[in-house]
């Protein structure tokens, strides 16, 4: 088991940055891909950022490119999503997750954090 939890979120004004943590505990954290996932009130969760077990890749959906990075320090047993120049379609509740491989899908991640809420106000 995997347990993560998400801190960093809050409410910031468009143009504004936040940076989101995500602590995980329980198996060995460096052999997880990990992702960043959000999902906006009536909306399906939907993939933003994901990066390999060595932070060598990253991959990022197309509405966050060059505003969103995704890293991880593994001594830290930490993913953080550094997310700059805010818009409000960014407003979502933010999750992070875990998996044997990397992937954009929701069902390649086996364990996942209870989420942060970000608000961006315009």
């Known amino acids: 088991q995997v347990q993560l939890v998400e801190s960093g979120g809050g409410l910031v004004q468009a143009g504004g940055s936040l940076r989101l943590s995500c602590a995980a505990s329980?198996?060995?954290?460096?052999?997880?891909?990990m992702g960043w996932f959000r999902q906006a009130p009536g909306k399906e969760r939907e993939f933003v950022a994901a990066?390999?077990?060595?932070?060598?890749?990253?991959y990022y959906t197309d509405s966050v490119k060059d505003r969103f990075i995704i890293s991880r320090d593994n001594a830290k047993n930490t993913v953080y999503l550094q997310m700059n120049s805010l818009k409000s379609e960014d407003t979502a509740v933010y999750y992070c997750?875990?998996?044997?491989?990397?992937?954009?899908?929701?069902?390649?991640?086996?364990?996942w954090g209870q989420g942060t809420q970000v608000t961006v106000s315009s």
């Open positions: 329980g198996r060995t954290f460096s052999n997880y891909a």
């Open positions: 990066i390999t077990w060595s932070g060598v890749r990253t």
């Open positions: 997750a875990a998996g044997d491989s990397i992937g954009w899908g929701r069902s390649t991640y086996n364990y």
